[in-house]
């Protein structure tokens, strides 16, 4: 019912920045939570941050918090994670999520919907 496509992953220096977009197409998401999550090599999916579905409530990981950004954009029916001060413990393949029965973000691995995730890679 819900596609989701994230881009924006490349290959990054210690330190820079990145934003990652999730556009969202076979209905609107306007509604839903929305969440990013990652994972790398020999290690469990986890957590980064997530949305409400006005965009009004927001939740991080720790890890992140206060160098990564979530937003949307519902009129482009498209979530963003904007990092910043990049580490190389950031490298990894980057998921985005929506959660079509809740309006509210959750750190839970359980939405409905999952992109094909994008590489991050950062060097040091």
């Known amino acids: 019912q819900v596609q989701l496509v994230e881009s924006g992953g490349v290959l990054v220096q210690a330190g820079d920045s990145l934003r990652l977009s999730c556009a969202a197409s076979?209905?609107?998401?306007?509604?839903?939570?929305m969440g990013w999550f990652r994972q790398a090599p020999g290690k469990e999916r986890e957590f980064v941050a997530a949305?409400?579905?006005?965009?009004?409530?927001?939740y991080y990981a720790g890890s992140v918090k206060g160098r990564f950004t979530i937003s949307r954009d519902n009129a482009k029916n498209t979530v963003y994670l904007q990092m910043n001060s990049l580490k190389p413990e950031d490298t990894a393949v980057y998921y985005c999520?929506?959660?079509?029965?809740?309006?509210?973000?959750?750190?839970?691995?359980?939405?409905?919907?999952w992109g094909q995730g994008t590489q991050v890679t950062v060097s040091s």
């Open positions: 999520a929506a959660d079509a029965s809740r309006n509210y973000p959750t750190p839970r691995a359980d939405y409905d919907y």
């Open positions: 076979g209905r609107t998401v306007s509604t839903y939570a």
């Open positions: 949305i409400s579905g006005n965009g009004g409530t927001l």
